[in-house]
């Protein structure tokens, strides 16, 4: 009679076959497959991060559009004039006062943590988010760890001279100088800046660029302005990194004033009670 062999395990002859769980990994397997994913994440990481500033750069300047679109719908209300700046918290009329904060409610004072809903241009962008950069870190007042920095109320500077001008005075190009090696580039007018941590937020907090205010460079070295047209442009007024760094002021700017000729971007008029306030400084237009 025949007899049916019976089946034989294909592991019975294989030692340790069943003390060994299948697809298991060894130590030394799964530390190169750490090691990969190790090398694959600082391959990626450059990338991710350069991907994420174009993004916040976006951000960023759509900010700024939305301000410069605001300012000019401003100015459509007010006889064609740009809103107040620093030095206008306390003027009689509260059309005049400050772009991006005074007292609470927009009262006469200069309260900064009021910004921005205290600002006369709060009923033209009234969102909070637009006031801020996306890429900037919050809790700088007071402080200056870095040009990356935000007070938490707002990054953005209106250029002072223009402060109460015609918007039709401001001139669509002003000359931007470099410095150390004073080499000159025409460019779209700024009115709204991106300003360093070290001068918008330590000391005087304001809304107002001039003086020795700085074009900030936390985005890849550079940083973004809005122009009188509404465009916003990609800045980098420093041409090399330097310890210390060179130098990116509001007085590296030239532009034309119709009553004042060839003035600096620095200026902004007279803070002198006796004189008034320089509401309209630039083109005589208080």
Known sequence: MFTRPSRISRNSHQPGAANR???AFTLVELLVVIGIIALLVSMLMPALGKVRDQANGAKCSNNLRQLMTATVMFAADHKQRLPGNEEDYFQAD????????NGPGGTPGAV???APQSGTLWRYVNSEGAY???SRVPGGEGITPGPGYSNGKFDYSAVRAFQGARITSIKAESTYTYKPDNT???LPTPVYVEETSYYIN???IDGGWSNLDEHSDHHSGGSYYASVDGSVHYFNGRKKKTKPPQLAQAWQWTTLS???GKISLGQYGTTNAAAGYPYGWFDGSK
């Open 184 to 186: 000159t580039v025409t």
């Open 112 to 114: 900064w943590t009021t």
């Open 202 to 204: 330590r000391n005087n």
């Open 21 to 23: 769980r299948p697809g």
């Open 94 to 101: 509260p059309e005049k006062r400050c772009w991006v904060f």
């Open 132 to 134: 801020l950069c996306p």
């Open 258 to 260: 119709p009553t004042r």
